[in-house]
């Protein structure tokens, strides 16, 4: 924005005094508590106001200087919109101490974690074997404990995420279903896209539009949702042999475990702007599974099992947000263990899938943590 050149109270009160006493100079009182000082102090404060507002358009109007509605509103006249919020979603295990009757645990029941404050809903599922669709309904057989069901939270957004066995209470009654808990972590919630981060993507934004070129493609599959990481080959097929004219897409959600829905809309998003007689192909990513295993020692004043646990969940968290094709560097791992807290005064025995080396991953692959183990 051009320099705007602002001036204080005193500034046009000077300047409104002069520009009086220059035209008449038989009004020169302009000592405090006369009538003319205050009448032009007055004029001067509201000449203040006009000033800031003038201010405050020139930011509005600029995608750069505004925030909030006004970025939103400027967005939508190029169609540019914010990104919103990812609600969190995983897998559940319903359970039960007598598993004499068969029981159902029904589309929309409500789970939590102990303290209520984050709640989550259970959905259907095709892809759960459990999942009966003319039910709707997840059913555990007679004789059979538990059952796996999919649940999304309630309030989308980054809270939703979740360590296991957090989700450990159910928020009502299932007759023949005694617990239920999370056995994985749940990392794909995600806030809704930050004026920073809008502001950032609508450069790329404006490069695409109207050219078949990679970054048309990927912004295409950025534009998706908040938390995907992708990568893109070029002239080569998903098994490695050259084709001129086709690319490839593995994108994931942050599950590791993208739905069927989910790359569907990918490559929806991509037809759209894929250059004419190309072909493509959109996959997901092959999960590679990352073991840690690590010993810490506590400062004195600080419980081992709390250190420890707090190391385990920083080691977690890390790999799961690490992107398709991230390498997982062994030396990186002792440095997240320290930094979960303060009371971590060493960290030994480090071992990453039993080995002392970096674990790496193709375009093809994301990591996952596995077994995360400290001692």
Known sequence: MASVQTQS????????????????????????????????????????????????????????????????????????????????????????????????VSVGAIIQTADGSQQYQV??????????????????????????????????GAAGNVTAGL???????????????????????????????????????????????????????????????????????YAGSAQRGYFYVVVDDGTGSPSSEFLSAVSNAIEAVRPVGTQFGVFAPTIVTANVALTVTAASGYTHSAVAALAHDALDAYINTLPIGATLTYTRLAQIAYDASPGITNVTAVTLNSATADLTATAQEVLKAGTVAVS
């Open 9 to 104: 109270f005193s500034q046009i009160l000077a300047n409104a005094a002069a520009a009086i006493q220059g035209a008449a100079s038989a009004l020169i009182d302009f000592s405090v508590g006369s009538v003319l000082r205050a009448g032009m102090e007055a004029a001067t404060g509201v000449a203040l106001w006009l000033q800031g507002v003038a201010l405050q358009i020139a930011s509005l109007t600029r995608f750069a200087t505004s925030n909030g509605t006004d970025a939103d509103s400027f967005g939508a006249d190029f169609n540019f919109p914010r990104l919103p919020a990812k609600t969190a979603s995983g897998q559940v295990t319903f359970s039960r101490f007598t598993p004499t009757a068969q029981a159902t």
């Open 123 to 156: 959905i259907a599922d095709t892809n759960q074997s459990a999942f009966n669709t003319g039910l709707q309904a997840y059913v555990i057989p007679a004789s059979t404990i538990s059952c796996t069901a999919t649940v999304v939270a309630l309030v989308a």
């Open 167 to 237: 989700i450990n209470t159910l928020g009502s009654a299932i007759p023949g279903v005694d617990t239920v808990t999370n056995g994985a972590d749940f990392v794909n919630g995600e806030d809704a896209e930050t004026d920073p981060e809008y502001k950032a993507r609508f450069p790329q934004y404006m490069a695409s539009l109207s050219k078949a070129t990679p970054t048309a493609v990927e912004n295409a599959i950025l534009s998706i949702q908040e938390g995907i990481s992708y990568s893109l080959v070029e002239n080569e097929t």
